[in-house]
């Protein structure tokens, strides 16, 4: 991250890819949570995925009009048609289907 402060400007585009997950939930979340705000306040441009719930709910819960929240669609019978929709974060990321989709066979 320090590299990335070092060279980002307020013209950048930050990408995120699940960063911070390495950590347990509510220490990823405080470190995501602190980075975003700052690149926020310098007006870099953010896109985060995550399933750090913590994190994401409490950005939600800050009611701005800035961000967006994308989640991947999911019909009535659990499959998915890899569509993003406008939708505010869940607190589960359904590994419990992909354990018994994986599982269910063995």
């Known amino acids: 991250m320090s590299a990335i402060a070092e060279e980002i400007s307020s013209r950048s585009l930050f990408l995120s890819n699940e960063s911070f997950a390495s950590t347990n939930e509510r220490e990823g979340s405080e ?3 602190q980075v975003v705000h700052a690149l926020r306040e310098t007006g870099v441009k953010t896109v ?8 994401a709910d409490g950005i939600r819960k800050e009611e701005r009009d800035d961000v967006l929240f994308l989640r991947a669609s999911r019909s009535d019978d659990g499959s998915r048609p890899y569509k993003l ?3 505010p974060p869940l607190p589960t990321s359904y590994g419990q ?10």
Not at 48 to 55: N, P
Request: proline share 0%; aromatic share 20%.
């Open 31 to 33: 470190i995501a949570r």
């Open 48 to 55: 985060f995925v995550t399933h750090l719930f913590d994190f």
């Open 85 to 87: 929709e406008e939708q």
């Open 97 to 106: 289907d992909t354990y018994e989709e994986i599982f269910a066979t063995v």
